[in-house]
Nanobody, 126 residues
Framework: QVQLVESGGGWVQAGGSLRLSCTAS????????MGWFRQAPGKEREFVAV????????YYGDSVKGRFTISRDNAKNTVYLQVDSLNPEDTAVYYC???????????????????WGQGTQVTVSS
């Protein structure tokens, strides 16, 4: 069992930055692939980024590529999402999730994740 808690969300003006954190409790954090998703009101949950268990591989959704950076610190059981150059379209609840899978082709999908956090709100004003 893995419990995930996100933090770091908030309100920011367009062009600003935030650093989101997701801390896990439970066993074997380092063996999970960790992903970030987001969900805006009235929209489906959208893939943002994923990082492999070894931290050597990352993959990003097209809408955030070049602006967001995912990283992890296995010693702290924490995964981070640095979000830069924010625009109002980035406004959403951001969720972290843990998966036992390793193929990025699978990790783009919500239903491939085993555990989810409660989410943290990011609001970007123009």
């Amino acid at each position: 069992q893995v419990q995930l808690v996100e933090s770091g969300g908030g309100w920011v003006q367009a062009g600003g930055s935030l650093r989101l954190s997701c801390t896990a409790s439970g066993r074997a954090f380092s063996s999970y692939s960790m992903g970030w998703f987001r969900q805006a009101p009235g929209k489906e949950r959208e893939f943002v980024a994923v990082i492999s268990w070894s931290t050597s591989s990352t993959y990003y959704g097209d809408s955030v590529k070049g602006r967001f950076t995912i990283s992890r610190d296995n010693a702290k059981n924490t995964v981070y999402l640095q979000v830069d150059s924010l625009n109002p379209e980035d406004t959403a609840v951001y969720y972290c999730a843990a998966s036992r899978h390793y193929l990025f082709s699978r990790l783009l999908r919500v239903n491939e994740y085993d555990y989810w956090g409660q989410g943290t709100q990011v609001t970007v004003s123009s």
